[in-house]
């Protein structure tokens, strides 16, 4: 199988994906109580920019809002691209709000949790789909 997943046949892909590891951290989202949410590191399985699947070993339910910071080689170079724009830099890695519209057990405490990204900054899915891009045109 190809290793970057272009839109399928039934178009339910909107933004072309890339299998890659990156380091993640995991936290539910809870608007009242940020402090008592314990964040989770995990790695990616896929990334694109409208969302992306990752192992855990904590089990999410479908419809979970999840807020996630997403490490990836190489932001800095495209976020320098939109520093000023806002009158602010891009954080260090990409922060964004996303809801888990998936969840398999692969095994006994380990699941492959696919989201949606349902809260993230312009700027922030266009240097995601540049990143995409790139690493796609660098594997092809």
């Known amino acids: 199988m190809n290793k970057n997943h272009r839109i399928q046949a039934d178009n339910r892909r909107v933004y072309t994906r890339i299998d ?6 995991v936290k539910m989202f809870d608007l009242k109580d940020q402090s008592s949410v314990r964040k989770i590191e995990a790695i990616t399985r896929n ?53 888990v519209i998936r969840t398999r057990v692969i095994e006994e405490d380990l699941y492959d949790i696919a989201v949606s990204f349902v809260g993230i900054d312009d700027r922030h899915r266009h240097a995601l789909t540049k990143y995409v891009q790139e690493r796609e045109n660098s594997a092809g």
Request: aromatic residues 8%.
């Open 20 to 25: 890659r590891p990156h380091l993640l951290k």
């Open 47 to 99: 990334v694109s920019a409208g969302g992306l699947a990752f192992e855990s070993e904590q089990f999410f339910e479908s419809g979970t809002v999840l807020e996630i910071e997403l490490d990836t080689p190489g932001w800095e170079k495209l976020r320098g691209v939109f520093d000023g724009e806002k009158g602010d830099a891009l954080p260090s890695a990409v922060m964004l709000l996303a809801k």
